[in-house]
């Protein structure tokens, strides 16, 4: 029989599986503080009986009886609620962490996604809209409580008079209807402020990540004009959203309002008539106060709920995303003498692109447009579908389709142009590629890691060689040894404490702290001065390919992508891209001596 596949995850069914990853504490909650609301419902019928049975005779040992019994009430519906309590927000907090993580996880994913959606947004989905989902479980408890409070007073109502319980009983039910009529439009308007919300975020990070460039290109007063335009907009929806929010919680509160003065004017005409007693005619209008409380909490339940089910579709479009990238399982069996190889590859601006990475080889490409670099990069490093390109893109000649995340993590090594370093130490960052992803479960068994990959036990000395070689090829001795803390000096996020060249070259260092069999480099020294060019170009061949290994298939090869002539100088062959298209390869100094548009290009 063919199993059926999962139904995609809606709010609905995001909001469902909230409940029962937490029915254990769920059902404590909503049994105590279920209780705890018939205990408060019970408060007035327990004056009105004092007052009939103590009160009014004056039976000293009645009264005594009856404070005794009042006294444990509020026991137990103040134990109830502190428990039920406990339990609810320990379940939301719960909840809120693992959507947290699921989507941090689904935004994080190797394989990319398709949500359409900017790291600002993802980030106020994962910060804001995952706690508001996991407000379902506070909304069904209070939601479920107040229908035992109401369910309590309307019992004692139907007790004291027939025609006054069915009012209650009839009544609320009604109100509470009536009430839910506006909340599509809550809904609605709360969707589009957490929407603008989202999209304002997303900008601001946008801008701040962007900010030097920006202040490079006196944008600054531009970004500034549309964060503001952004700002305003958001402000104005959330206005719209609050407005509505507040008529909301004002016609609940008028309407239970005038619903409790019919009540109570009903009870007071009873007892004027005799119907009732003077001590149910207490217990009804105590009663008819307290009923205030679980109407208003429903409204506030039918409102939260609102804003929860926009929030749990934004949730869920995250974790429903497909995936951009399907990757394969194959790993490759052996090193291959051509480490990376594009056949016939035409992707957005490429057109047709051959190109071959021998093991041993430094490569580096010159593309006239940044356009074809950005392209050739996405293809490295494992990010573009088989179907967006044609042609194929091969890791030791398997294609890149067919690898496992893991195994194309291994051999190939993207270290961008915009250097994204982390907060904590310069030691931290360095290490950020060479962690054992598998620690050895077995102390006593030794297990052989892959080349560079180095564990942090291994590089916690200053003196280690490995570390110490990557940093001097790197030319990071200087970033290293300026600081009192060495390899601890404190980075901040983004690595905002370092200038533009230092970050580079730690980034260079940490590449090659890693090893990797195939390492892909994008304009390392366009933030270093000349010198220090000079010197990371040869640190970069000496470290990568300093000994000669011409026929040994593992030997790691490395691709750069520059225009840099003294990077271009140390490169064993140099191809040219220009106009999507391979138009010249050769080294660097015949290039330089017969192409006039390579000339003009990186001679300047």
């Known amino acids: 029989m063919p199993v059926r596949p999962p139904a995609p995850l809606t709010a609905a069914r995001l909001l469902r599986r909230t409940l029962r990853r937490h029915r254990g504490r769920l059902t404590g909650g909503v049994a105590l503080l279920s209780l705890h609301q018939a205990a408060e419902a019970a408060v007035p019928l327990a004056i009105g009986l004092i007052v009939e049975q103590a009160v009014a005779t004056g039976e000293l040992s009645a009264l005594v009886g009856s404070v005794v019994g009042l006294a444990a009430l509020f026991t137990v519906l103040t134990f109830a609620w502190r428990f039920g309590a406990r339990l609810t927000e320990?379940?939301?907090?719960?909840?809120?962490?693992?959507?947290?993580?699921?989507?941090?996880?689904?935004?994080?994913?190797?394989?990319?996604?398709?949500?359409?959606?900017?790291?600002?947004?993802?980030?106020?989905?994962?910060?804001?809209?995952?706690?508001?989902?996991?407000?379902?479980?506070?909304?069904?408890?209070?939601?479920?409580?107040?229908?035992?409070?109401?369910?309590?007073?309307?019992?004692?109502l139907l007790t004291i008079d027939v025609a006054l319980g069915l009012g209650v009983l009839l009544g609320v039910p009604a109100l509470v209807a009536a009430l839910q009529a506006l909340a599509p439009v809550v809904t609605r308007r709360t969707a589009a402020q957490q929407a603008a919300a989202g999209a304002t975020t997303a900008l601001a990070t946008d801008l701040v990540t962007g900010l030097r460039a920006l202040r490079g290109l006196g944008a600054v007063d531009n970004a500034a004009r549309r964060y503001r335009d952004s700002s305003r907009h958001t402000l104005a929806v959330t206005l719209r959203a609050t407005t509505m929010s507040g008529l909301y919680q004002g016609i609940t509160a008028g309407a239970s309002g005038l619903f409790l003065a019919a009540v109570a004017g009903v009870a007071g005409w009873m007892a004027i008539r005799g119907r009732i007693s003077i001590g149910e005619f207490i217990t009804v209008v105590g009663l008819a106060q307290f009923v205030a409380e679980p109407v208003r909490a429903l409204g506030f339940c039918g409102q939260l709920a609102?804003?929860?089910?926009?929030?749990?579709?934004?949730?869920?479009?995250?974790?429903?995303?497909?995936?951009?990238?399907?990757?394969?399982?194959?790993t490759p069996a052996r090193p291959a003498r051509v480490r990376l190889a594009l056949a016939g590859v035409s992707y957005r601006s490429l057109r047709d692109v051959d190109l071959r990475l021998h093991a041993g080889e430094l490569l580096a490409v010159v593309a006239h447009e940044p356009r074809d670099a950005e392209a050739l990069l996405d293809l490295l490093r494992g990010r573009v579908p088989a179907d967006d390109h044609r042609g194929t893109v091969t890791v030791d000649a398997v294609p890149v389709s067919d690898l496992s995340i893991d195994a194309l993590r291994t051999q190939v090594l993207v270290e961008p142009h915009d250097t994204a370093l982390f907060e904590g130490t310069l030691r931290s960052n360095l290490l950020v590629h060479s962690g054992d992803p598998d620690p050895d479960p077995d102390p006593g068994v030794g297990v052989a890691r892959p080349a560079g990959q180095v564990s942090a036990d291994a590089v916690s000395a200053e003196a280690d060689p490995v570390l110490a070689a990557a940093i001097t090829a790197a030319c990071a001795d200087d970033i290293v040894g300026l600081h009192p803390g060495g390899l601890d000096h404190p980075v901040t996020d983004r690595g905002a404490s370092l200038s533009g060249g230092q970050r580079q070259r730690i980034g260079l260092a940490r590449a090659l702290v890693a090893d990797p069999p195939i390492l892909v480099l994008h304009d390392p020294t366009t933030a270093v001065d000349a010198a220090t060019e000079q010197?990371?170009?040869?640190?970069?061949?000496?470290?990568?390919?300093?000994?000669?290994?011409?026929?040994?298939?593992?030997?790691?090869?490395?691709?750069?992508?520059?225009?840099?002539?003294?990077?271009?100088?140390?490169?064993?062959?140099?191809?040219?891209?220009?106009?999507?298209?391979?138009?010249?390869?050769?080294?660097?100094?015949?290039?330089?001596?017969?192409?006039?548009?390579?000339?003009?290009?990186?001679?300047?």
């Open 90 to 156: 320990a379940a939301i907090h719960s909840e809120t962490h693992r959507l947290r993580v699921e989507v941090a996880a689904r935004a994080l994913d190797p394989r990319g996604h398709r949500t359409g959606l900017r790291s600002g947004e993802l980030l106020a989905i994962a910060a804001a809209d995952a706690e508001r989902t996991a407000l379902i479980i506070r909304a069904s408890t209070v939601a479920v409580a107040a229908l035992a409070a109401l369910a309590v007073a309307s019992a004692v």
């Open 306 to 330: 609102a804003a929860v089910w926009a929030s749990a579709g934004r949730v869920a479009r995250v974790l429903t995303a497909p995936p951009a990238v399907l990757p394969g399982q194959r």
């Open 535 to 604: 010197r990371l170009a040869a640190g970069l061949r000496a470290a990568r390919h300093g000994h000669d290994r011409p026929d040994d298939p593992a030997a790691p090869a490395t691709l750069v992508v520059t225009s840099s002539p003294t990077l271009l100088a140390q490169a064993d062959r140099v191809l040219v891209l220009a106009a999507g298209q391979v138009v010249g390869s050769g080294s660097h100094h015949d290039l330089a001596r017969t192409d006039e548009t390579y000339r003009a290009a990186v001679l300047r």
